[in-house]
């Protein structure tokens, strides 16, 4: 391929998609240092792009399909060689075919039609089964070098690392004491585990290590938390509704341990490096888990498992497999982890 001068990557939605993309900007950057990439987003999500030093520009996808006509014209004087869509859908699709780039590489699998709308149609190895691998294939299949660790690009801001150390200063939090930052929130009810298990999680992590207790949900999804805070016995930090998007990064890579349901923060926290227990109902850990080592994926085995429904006829069967004590047993390792760093005595099976 003829070095690009200007590159677009597609990937408009959502918070955890566009952290599994990250990691193709450091190969891009790498095997095409002059060129110039943008990114084309939603501007709800636009702030994990933020000072991205890889990046040229970020653009702004319109929240309404009429102003697409003078995306169409901006994308355009813009000159691209080279639009990568990494979305997959019609209108990410539609998006790369306005840019009238000669090269226009997308999935060969892309849903909703989006796969015509590309010079390049890229069929993944078998082998990368999970959203990040499937991203770092398609560079791989373009012949771009990717050798290496994978690597999440989140610039994190000095003021949003201040945040989070006057909420510790505030809450007095020991700089080594243990914190969990718990997420109870999804954007869909089906990838929900019970509210009031969270609380059970809480209660029993607080009572028997003393483990501060830190909950959060974006302003849409406080009543999730808010669920939570009603079976709670321990005292928890309630910050839903409360961070930006890299404050909660922030955050996240400051907490000991994060415990989620599949979502965006999930996510972002194993990009930060966090362990995290991510909890699975419908959808598949081998595609959309925490990515790297280090974590630990619960999912159970239901006669319905990997549906991905937004819906459920079975009453949430595969989520309410996981109990209580399976994400509890899931934290004993990073606990004792925790304690052999600083020192101390290591929590006994029986302490949890």
Not at 65 to 84: C, H, K, N, P
Not at 182 to 203: I, S
Request: with cysteine; charged share 25%; glycine share 6%.
């Amino acid at each position: 391929m003829i070095p690009p001068r200007r590159i677009l990557i597609i990937k408009p939605s959502s918070f955890g998609d566009i952290v599994h993309a990250l990691p193709v900007l450091k190969p891009l950057k790498r095997h095409w240092p002059h060129a110039l990439i943008d990114w084309l987003v939603k501007e709800e999500w636009a702030e994990l792009l933020i000072d991205q030093p890889a990046l040229n520009e970020v653009l702004l996808l319109p929240k309404k399909f009429s102003a697409w006509r003078s995306m169409q014209t901006s994308l355009r004087e813009r000159g691209y060689d080279l639009v990568i869509d990494l979305q997959g859908l019609l209108r990410s699709g539609v998006a790369a075919l306005l840019t009238q780039a000669q090269a226009r590489v997308g999935f060969a699998d892309g849903r909703e039609g989006s796969r015509w709308c590309y010079t390049e149609r890229i069929h993944c190895s078998a082998a990368a089964i999970h959203a990040v691998d499937r991203s770092i294939d398609l560079l791989r299949q373009l012949g771009i070098p990717v050798d290496g660790p994978v690597t999440f690009p989140l610039t994190v801001p000095a003021a949003a690392e201040r945040w989070v150390e006057d909420i510790w200063r505030r809450e007095q939090i020991a700089e080594r004491e243990c914190t969990v930052v718990l997420h109870p929130a999804a954007r869909g009810e089906t990838k929900r585990w019970p509210a009031e298990r969270f609380a059970q999680v809480a209660n029993q992590l607080s009572s028997s290590i003393g483990a501060r207790i830190v909950l959060v949900a974006a302003k849409e999804q406080i009543g999730h938390v808010d669920e939570v805070l009603r079976h709670l016995r321990a005292g928890a930090i309630n910050l839903a509704g409360a961070s930006s998007l890299l404050e909660l990064a922030a955050l996240v890579k400051k907490a000991s341990l994060v415990i989620s349901n599949d979502s965006g923060p999930m996510h972002l926290a194993a990009a930060v490096g966090t362990p995290v227990i991510g909890l699975f109902g419908p959808t598949d850990p081998r595609r959309v888990g925490p990515y790297g080592a280090g974590h630990v994926a619960l999912k159970k085995q239901f006669d319905c498992s990997g549906c991905s429904r937004r819906a459920c006829a079975r009453d949430h069967g595969c989520l309410k497999l996981i109990t209580v004590d399976d994400v509890l047993a899931a934290c004993l390792p990073f606990l004792r982890s925790l304690r052999r760093q600083d020192q101390r005595t290591e929590p006994s099976p029986g302490a949890l």
